[in-house]
């Protein structure tokens, strides 16, 4: 009978452990849950808010261009963690592989940028410079509070892009010579792929800057500017819930800009505004609804057809 006490003990006391074990382990899953919960709700409501007036409070405090650049490369470091911690769609969470790949075709578009960049500073922006001093085009306000100058520049540049992104989607010719195909190829979506734009279209993305930067003078808060963009882009090509009833009235969503990646054609054409939304809803081409797939097709192409869009029929 003793024995039989002891193994009686025994089994009670595994039992109690077991059920120890499984109440840990639950416990663990609901501190997990209510953190990632409270991660969602903190970057859905505060992400984007919060990084518009950090890069307002560097315009307003002159901060230099190392500031307005380490900004960026934070804020886009925490995208990509909390893309892969909290995605919107888990099934555009990308593999290593995947990753790789971008950040290779990023590199090289960055890389033409800077050459395109390089060889307009020597030949178009001085010579934009040239006619805004001789016509006494400079009419910057530079008089007027530095938040309220990158605001209107940033405004003005999108006014431009604005109509050059609608006329490469209403034209199958610019749509080619621009090599914009390239940037809606992709059936994941993220930050970076607000970096994956075909290298010819370099020629065309920085025109905006130049009209508005140096024609009329604008360029005199150019990092705040940059900064304002870059930040604003990497957020409406997130793969991530962001509130859209507050800031969405003036600056671009991803929700909107998602749309506006749509695989529908009809769908692509709105939302132009790859930053500032606010001339979508003043042009009539705004759009705020669900979005299915991404792409240009049903397939992401290869990187190779990618680079050659621009020349293929």
């Not at 395109?116 to 001085?126: G, P, W």
């Not at 507050?246 to 600056?251: A, D, L, M, R």
């Not at 529908?264 to 705004?286: A, K, P, Q």
Request: contains cysteine.
């Amino acid at each position: 009978m003793r024995g039989a006490h002891k193994y009686a003990l025994r089994i009670v006391k595994f039992l109690a452990a077991r059920q120890g074990s499984g109440m840990s382990k639950q416990s663990n899953v609901d501190i997990t849950s209510l953190m990632e919960n409270t991660l969602r709700f903190v970057v859905y409501w505060m992400l984007q808010p919060t990084f518009i007036a950090i890069s307002l409070y560097l315009a307003h405090t002159k901060a230099s261009i190392d500031a307005h650049t380490l900004f960026i490369v934070v804020a886009f470091c925490l995208l990509t963690l909390f893309e892969n911690i909290i995605p919107a769609r888990k099934d555009w969470r990308k593999s290593f592989r995947e990753n790789v790949a971008l950040f290779g075709f990023v590199f090289v578009a960055g890389a033409a940028y800077a050459a395109v960049e390089a060889l307009y500073e020597a030949s178009l922006f001085q010579w934009m410079t040239s006619i805004s001093e001789t016509w006494q085009l400079d009419i910057w306000p530079s008089h007027w509070p530095v938040v309220v100058q990158v605001l209107l520049i940033f405004s003005a540049f999108e006014f431009v892009n604005y109509w050059y992104h609608r006329a490469s989607h209403r034209w199958g010719w610019l749509w080619r010579l621009s090599g914009h195909g390239a940037h809606h190829a992709f059936k994941k979506l993220s930050s970076m792929n607000s970096l994956a734009n075909h290298p010819i279209e370099a020629f065309f993305l920085i025109l905006p800057r130049a009209i508005v930067g140096f024609l009329l003078g604008g360029e005199a808060v150019g990092a705040a500017f940059v900064s304002l963009t870059a930040v604003t882009a990497l957020l409406a090509h997130s793969n991530l819930r962001l509130n859209s009833a507050v800031v969405g009235w003036f600056f671009t969503i991803n929700r909107f800009h998602i749309h506006h990646h749509s695989q529908v054609i009809s769908e692509s054409n709105t939302n132009y505004g790859c930053v500032c939304i606010i001339w979508d809803r003043l042009f009539g081409t705004f759009q705020d609804a669900d979005t299915k797939d991404t792409g240009i097709g049903n397939v992401q192409p290869s990187y190779k057809n990618i680079f050659t869009l621009p020349f293929k029929q």
